[in-house]
Nanobody, 127 residues
Framework: QVQLVESGGGLAQTGGSLRLSCAAS????????MGWFRQAPGKEREFVAGIAWSGGNTVYADSVKGRFTVSRDSAKNTVYLQMNGLKPEDTAIYYCAADPDGRYWIVATTRGEYDYWGQGTQVTVSS
């Protein structure tokens, strides 16, 4: 069983930056593909970014490409989402997700591909 805890959310101004962290306990994330999703009020939870367990492959939603960067630190059992150039439309609750996978290169982009979820962290971007 993997427990995921997100942190780093908060209030930012348009154009500002935040770094989200997702710390895992219970299991090492070394062979887990990881993802970040977000859910704005009244909207479906959507994919933001994903990273293979090797760290070599990443995928981003078009809406954040060039502004967000996903990374992982195996030694700290933590995954990060660096968010730059924030926009009001980035306002949402951000969730990290994990799933074991024997294929080191795979990045998952849909909710159904992840078994473990954190409780979420609120990001609010003011205009």
């Amino acid at each position: 069983q993997v427990q995921l805890v997100e942190s780093g959310g908060g209030l930012a101004q348009t154009g500002g930056s935040l770094r989200l962290s997702c710390a895992a306990s219970g299991r090492t994330l070394s062979r887990y593909k990881m993802g970040w999703f977000r859910q704005a009020p009244g909207k479906e939870r959507e994919f933001v970014a994903g990273i293979a367990w090797s760290g070599g492959n990443t995928v981003y939603a078009d809406s954040v490409k060039g502004r967000f960067t996903v990374s992982r630190d195996s030694a700290k059992n933590t995954v990060y989402l660096q968010m730059n150039g924030l926009k009001p439309e980035d306002t949402a609750i951000y969730y990290c997700a994990a799933d074991p996978d024997g294929r080191y290169w795979i990045v998952a982009t849909t909710r159904g591909e992840y078994d473990y979820w954190g409780q979420g962290t609120q990001v609010t971007v003011s205009s």
